[in-house]
């Protein structure tokens, strides 16, 4: 099982740009699936994004297209979330999450009802827009 360690959070105001990071470590599949989700105060986790480590197959959530990029650097064991022209709804705290590789990735790995299971999570790091 992985560990997960999310990085890259804070302060910033509206407009402007984050890339997050989320380092992995420890024993696992060779191949896996590394998503983003968020948590708003007050509010359900929701997907952002997730990527295959094997082939950097991605998808997105249509609240995230256009302004989430997510990247893999396998070397690195690490993944990013670039999120740029943030708005105050993106105020949250980010979480990453590894899961196996399933035969076909498709949106699943970004809907929490779907049925794929993560097996480990980061303990998030907050993300505040304001000005």
């Known amino acids: 099982q992985l560990q997960l360690v999310e990085s890259g959070g804070g302060l910033v105001q509206p407009g402007g740009s984050l890339r997050l990071s989320c380092a992995a470590s420890g024993s696992g599949s060779d191949y896996y699936v590394i998503g983003w989700f968020r948590q708003a105060s007050k509010k359900e986790r929701e997907g952002i994004s997730c990527?295959?480590?094997?082939?950097?197959?991605?998808y997105y959530a249509d609240s995230a297209k256009g302004r989430f990029t997510i990247s893999t650097d396998n070397a690195k064991n690490t993944v990013y979330l670039q999120i740029y022209n943030l708005k105050s709804e993106d105020t949250g705290v980010y979480y990453c999450?590894?899961?196996?590789?399933?035969?076909?990735?498709?949106?699943?790995?970004?809907?929490?009802?779907?049925?794929?299971?993560?097996?480990?999570w980061g303990q998030g790091t907050q993300v505040t827009v304001s000005s």
């Open positions: 990527i295959s480590s094997l082939d950097g197959a991605a």
């Open positions: 999450a590894a899961g196996p590789l399933p035969r076909s990735l498709n949106t699943s790995c970004i809907d929490l009802d779907s049925g794929y299971e993560y097996d480990s």
